[in-house]
């Protein structure tokens, strides 16, 4: 699980872009993450991540503490970041053999894995292939499989969707789903509201820094007035309104 208490992060220009937020995420649930560009998503999944320092509060995943002791942290944990950063020379087979050294998997379960990955995924055949020469889609499914090729208690997800056909994006989903029956613990940072409201169990919403929604998806949807996630998020956020603008006239 993971558990926030008090966290605040403030940065060196000045900017609180946490603000006393705190959070729990049971095992075997699926955590909408969300709100609007510079809320403060990023900075909650680099605490957690054990890469991000922060100024107060106490941040555990899985019982271990996040600050003092986040090497252990970095073992447990699957991370599908919103920008991938992979070595393009490398074919996926290479690349995932490396991750799979530095994750010190034995080398049979490694291949199997990555062949059972590659099947379900559909880039068997690219295996062999420089990633650089891949589709953005291809390239995400490597991405996706790097992230969960050791078997994490704790999956992070930032724009896991991106460049997938759509698929792709239902195989990912059941993946999910398996993982969480499982006992996984998923975060899930989107942008696409209609998805995060099918597959969470529970929603957060981060504005400014601060935690403005934090509830289980099925009582969302009995709460009054509410109609979906879309416009839940938009009545919470006014900058989210549709501008008065003449479209007509864009072009002049």
């Keep these: 699980m993971i558990s926030v208490k008090n966290l605040t992060k403030k940065y060196s220009n000045g900017v609180t872009a ?4 705190s959070f729990e995420i049971e095992k075997g649930e699926i955590c909408g993450y969300i709100g609007t560009n510079g809320a403060g998503k990023s900075t909650t999944v680099k605490i957690l991540l054990g890469v991000l320092d922060f100024d107060n509060g106490m941040v555990k995943v899985n019982g271990i503490d996040v600050k003092s002791d986040p090497l252990e942290v970095k073992k447990i944990v699957g991370y599908v970041p919103e ?5 393009n020379a490398l074919s996926p087979k290479e690349y995932l053999e490396f991750i799979g050294t530095v994750r010190n ?19 068997s055949e690219l295996l062999k292939e420089a990633i650089g020469n891949l589709s953005k889609g291809n390239k995400q499914k490597v991405l996706i499989t790097s992230a969960l090729l050791h078997n994490p208690d704790v999956i992070f997800f930032d724009e896991p969707l991106n460049g997938l056909d759509a698929n792709s994006i239902f195989v990912f989903h059941d993946l999910m789903r398996h ?9 899930y940072c989107s942008h696409l509201l209609n998805t995060i409201e099918k ?3 529970k929603i957060i ?5 601060k935690i403005i929604l934090d509830m289980n998806t099925e009582e969302l949807k009995k709460s ?6 879309e416009n839940l998020f938009r009545n919470f956020n006014p900058d989210a309104q549709q501008k008065n603008y003449s479209y007509e006239n864009l072009f002049g």
């Design 199 to 201: 597959v969470s169990s």
């Design 205 to 209: 919403l981060l504005d400014k820094g």
């Design 83 to 87: 920008t991938p950063n992979i070595f």
């Design 18 to 21: 946490l603000d006393d937020i």
């Design 179 to 187: 993982l969480v029956s499982e006992g996984k613990t998923v975060l």
């Design 105 to 123: 998997i034995e080398p049979e379960i490694l291949k199997k894995r990555i062949l059972n990955f590659a099947g379900l995924l559909d880039f």
């Design 224 to 229: 009054d007035n509410y109609t979906n996630l």
